[in-house]
């Protein structure tokens, strides 16, 4: 499956204590104890003690997506590898590994992004151990032949129709593919239409993307739930200290700076409302830098549901029926979207406008700090509210350890949203919003033949 | 994972739930509790016994433009905006999901806000603004969900959309809950009011209240819903759903890379029946969502590479959003079986339709072997215990329990059927509901008229691979391509998607 990236951020977790110390600027936001060790491979083992009784979740990030097809006619290949993880090894062939999950009754998938592919598994405390087993298996010796590798890609060939009955993968595809010229981020997660359908002939290349990525330095296994640590170490040991690193080394390009506005059209072939998606480039994360928590800050303050052009926009004038923004979270330097989908396509003209004028509000003046108050908060029980499973912990832990391999960051960046200035939201919207850094799409009916 | 999309979300997502026990007058408000001190979360699920069945005709989509205004309006005191303003600090909102039989509201808060929230959430529930913006802002987007949405951008909310309209014509479910253009087109400010006042009674709602609230918090829950208009619920009438004779299609025709299949038939069987867990299970064999555990799954993705995914299932299903587990509260006094095959291109259309109903046809036949009985009772045991590992989705389901008449902890009681289930009583189930014969089918596609000729014709389908395949894959294929499709010319008829949900 391929994620979707949609609003400044993951979902996220949180608990009463947590929050009481964040409004006090004290307390770490994660609200659970983090274990870290790393095993002589490099593998480095997070785990965190939740209360699941009985359940647990074993997720393994590979940081590794999109991001890394850096080969021309490959993209898309990360995802159909995730497909190819399921294909199974020679101790285990695929009927076998999913028959042992599948007697388990346990809830296991994936999915893939721009920087990351996440394998996860949601099973009974009790079959920790058989899990480790089978999935240090599969990760150091996946065995599938030419045949069942091009048979897979019909499946992915599938999902790509899947999602493309729907316009926000179109767009996804276009916006990407007009904003950047020389980084990967050019093509999406599910990969150019070409590129998918040439997939049957890149057997050979798919062993080397195996042997390249799915190595113990260029991952991170990730425990939350109901487990016996010294036995889940003990267990990963046993089971993962036999992968062998590689220690690839690649270099991703680097897209140079937008030197003017690029304006993209796609035509629809049935009927739909005109959709309208800005897109700017924005600074890759890093969590000693205050630059994408304060557009997270910011894309709350122009764009929420609470903000003035929400309000003109959608309530009053009533010329689109929703409006979002924001950029997730990526390695390099991803965009900061704004989408919105507009009921009248004569307005078009006037909604692009206001967008750009909200901007420009955001860069004028700056922001009153009961407002700035009010969107803190928003964020931090946001976080608290998504943390509610598990599984939910994990999505949200492994979404910073796909980052930086550090499970501290989570930390990091809440510290950060709370120490946010109204200068500093002043200051960002300042630096990445100018016409010559975006690149603006419109989705519309093609109409009749 | 589902894309959600601003006040989208308020249509299609929702859910809380209100257990009234002091109901002025009428019976006393049902109130299902789950409590749990040392959660920092509360949630709702304020579930009301009305659905898309209850509006008159020339009404269709009534309940679901009633339910959004409620929830994405204002109240007496506050409009929308300052509402918005009130719960953005909390990162919390109210989501309705108006269904055929009820419509629920929802939401999760934390502790610290739960007094303010609930001032807030009671006073939409019970004293809703109506107002004229609110109710146009509301209908814009229902009708953009019928004539854009649904007949353009999502082929698969299509095909079983207009699944359900086909197995369920001329009977109470047989619209969308979404209404008709033509219909939600007419609809003003005073029919959602009247709608309101005459079906969003207290004699109707049931109150699911979830997590660390304070003890004396239902009580006060109560109070405050007792404030809804008094009433009576009219009996609806469940007429039986049309019998079907071989196989009747439905092609809806639009431009598009991939074909969509839905497929199935009602059955008389529903969580309260006594095979209920028996058919449950073997249809987990055939097809559980989105796992690679069933039949459909393994033979038409793993084996051929047909599609993403091929899923069947024993009651009206919907995936909890950024999940694969079943939504919660949308029950159904009468279910149907069905099948979904996610998008194959257009020249395996034919081919995976008769595999489909190849492998239904042969579970009908000869039931599960004690083997694969047992591996998909294990694989249930285990399965089923994550269905319910929020507070949320255990209200969810204990709403459910309640509007069936069943055991409150319903994922207990299923471990316990499914522990006590013989593979007799689950090939019995089998062969009483299951049927590969009598099956109404919907294509969305883009060569309409092709696609009908290849049905009806019964032309061999075979299909071939650009890389070997084992033997007796092959030998399969040439008994799928030569499937003995029942269609009729007169039973199938063509649909353009520009005219689906217009009147």
Not at chain 1, 347 to 371: F, G, H
Request: glycine share 6%.
């Amino acid at each position: 499956m391929v994620r979707w990236q949609a609003g400044p951020l993951c979902a996220l977790v949180a608990a009463a204590a947590i929050l009481a110390g964040a409004e006090a600027g004290m307390a770490e936001v994660f609200p659970y104890p983090i274990h870290e060790e790393i095993l002589a491979n490099g593998l480095k083992v997070v785990s965190i003690p939740y209360d699941s009784p009985g359940v647990v979740a074993f997720v393994t990030v590979v940081r590794t997506g999109s991001r890394n097809e850096m080969e021309e006619g490959l993209s898309g290949f990360a995802h159909l590898f995730e497909h190819m993880m399921f294909r199974g090894t020679e101790k285990y062939p695929q009927l076998v590994y999913n028959d042992i999950l599948d007697r388990m009754g346990a809830d296991h998938s994936a999915f893939t992004s721009d920087d990351y592919t996440c394998y996860h598994i949601l099973v009974s405390s009790e079959q920790l151990e058989r899990v480790i087993e089978i999935e240090a298996d599969r990760f150091q010796n996946l065995r599938y032949t030419e045949d069942e590798f091009k048979t897979e890609t019909g499946a992915v060939l599938g999902e790509y129709h899947k999602n493309n009955s729907r316009p926000f993968q179109m767009m996804e595809e276009r916006i990407c593919d007009g904003a950047y010229t020389a980084h990967t981020y050019k093509h999406t997660t599910m990969g150019f239409l070409r590129d998918v359908e040439d997939m049957p002939n890149q057997y050979e290349y798919s062993l080397e993307f195996f042997s390249r990525w799915y190595r113990p330095e260029n991952c991170v296994v990730l425990v939350v739930g109901d487990f016996d640590r010294a036995k889940l170490m003990a267990a990963m040991r046993k089971h993962f200290e036999t992968w062998k690193r590689r220690d690839f080394e690649y270099e991703i390009p680097v897209e140079p700076p937008q030197t003017g506005e690029k304006r993209v059209e796609v035509e629809w072939p049935n009927p739909t409302l005109p959709y309208l998606y800005i897109g700017y480039h924005a600074p890759a994360f890093d969590d000693r830098s205050i630059e994408m928590p304060a557009l997270d800050l910011l894309s709350q303050m122009v764009f929420s549901s609470t903000s003035a052009l929400y309000r003109e926009l959608v309530i009053e004038k009533q010329l689109v029926e929703f409006i979002f923004a924001g950029a997730v979270d990526h390695r390099d330097p991803p965009l900061f979207t704004i989408m919105t989908r507009v009921k009248d396509e004569k307005d078009l003209p006037v909604v692009e406008r206001r967008i750009y004028e909200a901007l420009e509000t955001a860069r004028r003046e700056r922001v009153d700090p009961a407002r700035l108050e009010a969107i803190k908060s928003h964020m931090r029980y946001r976080f608290a509210l998504g943390l509610d499973t598990a599984m939910s912990v994990a999505m949200t832990m492994a979404h910073y350890l796909q980052l930086t391999a550090d499970p501290q960051t989570v930390n990091r960046v809440y510290e950060m949203y709370e120490s946010l200035t109204p200068e500093d939201i002043q200051r960002v919207a300042g630096t990445y919003f100018d016409e010559v850094n975006r690149t603006v799409l419109t989705l519309r009916y093609g109409g009749e033949g | 994972m589902r894309k959600r999309l601003g006040l989208v979300t308020v249509l299609l997502v929702g859910w809380m739930a209100l257990n009234p026990a002091d109901s002025p007058g009428g019976k006393p408000m049902s109130t299902i509790l789950i409590p749990s001190p040392d959660s920092p979360l509360v949630d709702f699920r304020i579930e009301f016994r009305v659905g898309s069945i209850h509006e008159r005709g020339g009404q269709e989509g009534l309940n679901c433009l009633t339910a959004s205004t409620v929830a994405g309006g204002g109240t007496e005191s506050l409009g929308y905006q300052e509402v918005l303003e009130a719960f953005y600090p909390m990162a919390t909102d109210v989501s309705v999901q108006a269904g055929k039989e009820v419509t629920v509201f929802v939401a999760t808060v934390h502790r610290d806000h739960l007094e303010a929230f609930w001032d807030l959430f009671s006073a939409l529930l019970v004293t809703p603004r109506f107002d004229e913006a609110d109710f146009n802002r509301m209908k814009d987007i229902q009708l953009n969900y019928l004539r854009n949405v649904l007949r353009s951008t999502d082929d698969e909310e299509l095909g079983k959309e207009a699944l359900e309209s086909f197995i369920f014509e001329g009977h109470p479910y047989g619209h969308s809950v979404y209404g008709t253009v033509r219909a939600v087109e007419s609809l003003t400010l005073d029919d959602v009011r009247a709608f309101y006042r005459t079906e969003y009674t207290r004699d109707r709602v049931t109150i699911g209240l979830a997590g660390g609230y304070p003890e004396d918090f239902p009580k006060r829950v109560r109070e405050a819903l007792a404030r809804l208009p008094g009433g009576r619920a009219k009996p609806v009438i469940y007429p039986r759903p049309k019998s079907i004779h071989g196989i009747e299609v439905r092609l809806v025709e639009k431009p598009g890379t991939a074909t969509a299949v839905s497929l199935g038939f009602p059955i008389g069987c529903r969580r309260s029946s006594r095979d209920f867990f028996a058919l449950f299970l073997a249809n987990s064999y055939l097809g559980e969502h989105r796992t690679f555990k069933g039949r459909l799954m393994r033979h038409l993705r793993g084996d051929r590479g047909l599609n993403y995914g091929d899923y069947s299932y024993v009651e009206y299903f919907d995936e909890e959003p950024g999940t694969v587990y079943p939504l919660t509260n949308i029950p159904r006094n009468q279910q149907y079986f069905s099948i979904w095959l996610r998008p194959v291109a257009h020249r395996h259309a034919v081919f995976s339709l008769r595999a489909a109903l190849r492998e239904l046809r042969r579970l009908a036949d000869v039931g599960l072997t004690d083997e694969e009985f047992e591996s998909t009772r294990d694989f249930l045991l285990g399965y089923t215990k994550l269905w319910g590992q929020s507070m949320s989705r255990r209200l969810g389901y204990a709403l459910d329990s309640d509007f069936y008449s069943i055991d409150r902890d319903y994922l207990g009681a299923m471990d316990r059927a499914l522990r006590e289930l013989t593979l007799e009583d689950v090939n019995n189930a089998v062969w009483h509901y299951l049927q590969a014969a009598n099956v109404k089918v919907v294509m969305v596609t883009e060569d309409a008229e092709a696609l009908k000729q290849a049905l009806v014709s019964n032309a061999p389908s075979p299909i071939t691979y650009e890389v070997e395949k084992p033997r007796e894959i092959l030998e399969e294929d040439e008994e799928i391509a030569t499937y003995y499709l029942d269609v009729r010319d007169e039973d199938v008829r063509i649909i353009p998607a520009t005219e689906m949900f217009e009147m």
